[in-house]
């Protein structure tokens, strides 16, 4: 093992989180199957308001579910970094989400791009309530021919589980691609469940939880794609 990889994950970890378990789990499992070690360090979000030296510092930025995180702004400073500088980013659940809202609002000029966790009020909802909420459900994704995704997987159809109760708002969905910030990944009915930025070595945003299926035997493909970016 000739070389570790830095990551630092975006999120207020809390132990007991299932998904915050199996983000760990996931980044060993990759790592062991691509022969590098991984330096894991998890970033409350607070300090991203003013201070990004750990994340300048990352090989790989993965921003975690657990939303609403202590701070919105820290959570998009960092993710805002990774995205104009070329870091291979991973954003899962309600990072997926604070990915939509970073981009929204400093690629789109979105500036109250809001997410209804944080404010459902707001007039710019970009992440809303889901109609059905997906919280321990396993469910079909179609996706893109030729997308980075289906490169990782290797297909274009996946079975993936959810621990969401909000996502991309349907209205909001053709803007964002058009934009630049590409829908890759659908469900059964067209809405969005994967994102990804073309031309960027590694922006991918799942708002299924890919490390919720990772084991030591069979490391989960968008974990091994994210960290060989890297590489």
Avoid at 138 to 164: I, N
Wanted: glycine share 10%.
């Amino acid at each position: 093992m000739d070389r570790t990889l830095r990551v630092a994950v975006i999120g207020d970890r809390d132990p007991a989180f299932p998904p915050h378990q199996a983000t760990d789990g996931a980044l060993a499992h990759a790592a062991a199957y691509l022969g590098v070690g991984v330096d894991v360090r998890w970033l409350d979000t607070r300090p991203l308001e003013t201070d990004l030296a750990e994340v300048r510092a990352a090989d790989v930025l993965w921003c975690a579910p657990g939303s609403p995180y202590r701070s919105l702004r820290g959570a998009l400073e960092a993710l805002r970094y990774g995205r104009q500088h070329d870091v291979p980013t991973l954003g899962t659940c309600g990072g997926c989400q604070h990915m939509i809202i970073e981009y929204a609002r400093h690629e789109l000029g979105y500036e109250d791009a809001q997410h209804a966790e944080y404010d459902p009020y707001a007039s710019t909802l970009f992440i809303s309530s889901l109609a059905c909420s997906l919280v321990g459900k396993t469910m079909p994704v179609t996706l893109s021919p030729g997308s980075r995704v289906a490169g990782c997987y290797g297909r274009t159809e996946a079975e993936e589980r959810y621990y969401c109760d909000f996502g991309l708002d349907p209205a909001r969905q053709r803007t964002l691609h058009d934009g630049g910030f590409s829908v890759t990944g659908v469900d059964a009915g067209g809405e969005a469940r994967v994102l990804e930025i073309p031309g960027h070595p590694y922006y991918v945003a799942t708002l299924f939880v890919p490390q919720a299926r990772s084991r030591p035997d069979a490391p989960h493909p968008l974990v091994v794609g994210l960290l060989r970016a890297a590489l």
